[in-house]
Structures are given as structure tokens and as C-alpha cells.
């Protein structure tokens, strides 16, 4: 589907972003044989976390299916997801030797409750 460059998609929630306006602009260069691969940077993306996204490419049925076990888990995709990366890079640090790096400095910033107008 394409969209010209600056007009919202129909679909809610992307109108704005500035990788849309980055998509259809590669999009256009593209069609006009101007270039023949485009980059779009909706992985390198910040998260809510401050973690930048990572892609991975799995078939929409092995996805599907990992939903409905990770539902069955109790567990987010996510979460399972990096929990499965922590285990296998630990164990591959231990058996080579590797230090693991030392934990980053959590800041946890204490708020007070608002004076109750009782």
C-alpha cells in the first residue's frame, strides 16, 4: 500500500510519528527507481524502557502460536523473550570466561503523597 509523503495512513495512531513520514518518504524515492533499498527505522527505536527494539522476522503462525503458549505461561512475549536471552549469553559468558558487566545504577526517585484537603 502506499501513502504520499505527509498524508496520514487510515489507520489511528501513526499519522504523526516521524517514522511514518520517514516510510512514505522512502517509499516515493523507491518507486521512482531512485534507490533500490530503503531502511526504516521503527526497530532502532527507543522503547518505553529506554532499551532500543531489536527485530527478529518469525512466520505469522509460529508467532501466533507462541502468543497463545506464552498466554498459557502467564508470561508477555517480551518478557519471555529476554529472559531466554539473559539465560543463554550467561551461560555462554560462564563457559568462555567472561565477566559479566557490572549492573547499571537504578535511580529511584521517592515522591511525596499530596496533602489530603481533609
Not at 20 to 25: E, M, V
Not at 77 to 82: E, G, H, L, N, Q
Not at 96 to 113: A, D, F, Q
Request: net charge positive; hydrophobic share 35%; aromatic share 6%.
Amino acid at each position: 500500500m502506499f501513502w504520499p509523503v505527509g498524508v496520514p495512513p487510515v489507520y489511528n495512531g501513526v499519522d504523526s510519528h516521524p517514522q511514518h513520514i520517514q516510510h512514505t518518504l522512502c517509499r516515493a524515492i523507491r518507486v521512482s527507481g531512485v534507490c533500490s533499498q530503503c531502511a526504516v527505522g521503527y526497530a532502532g527505536d527507543m522503547t518505553t524502557k529506554g532499551t532500543p527494539g531489536r527485530m527478529v522476522r518469525i512466520e505469522d503462525d509460529v508467532w501466533a502460536d507462541y502468543a497463545q503458549l506464552c498466554e498459557e505461561k502467564g508470561i508477555a512475549r517480551a518478557a519471555d523473550i529476554r529472559m531466554y536471552v539473559v539465560r543463554e549469553v550467561t551461560a555462554w559468558r560462564k563457559a568462555n570466561g567472561i565477566e559479566p558487566p557490572k549492573p547499571k545504577k537504578r535511580v529511584v526517585v521517592r515522591r511525596k503523597k499530596p496533602a489530603s484537603d481533609d
